[in-house]
């Protein structure tokens, strides 16, 4: 099997791949799958009594 990594041949297949996918529609089911997920997430937070912006503790800028 010829090695395409990084070669205009492997992103014209990458291309082709995906406008197939999405003519078949699979990029939308993977869309809904990954909408489910995070809307059961969103309803599990929306459910706790947590702060919402405790979530984004851990990305506070570090102090020098």
Known sequence: M???EGSEREDEIVAQQMQQ???EGQLD???DMIGNVLDHFD???DE???DE???FD???EDSV
């Open 43 to 45: 309803d599990e937070d």
């Open 2 to 4: 010829e090695c395409l």
């Open 29 to 31: 089911r993977v869309s």
């Open 58 to 60: 851990m990305f506070e």
């Open 53 to 55: 912006d405790d979530d």
């Open 21 to 23: 996918a999405l003519d």
């Open 48 to 50: 706790g009594d947590e």
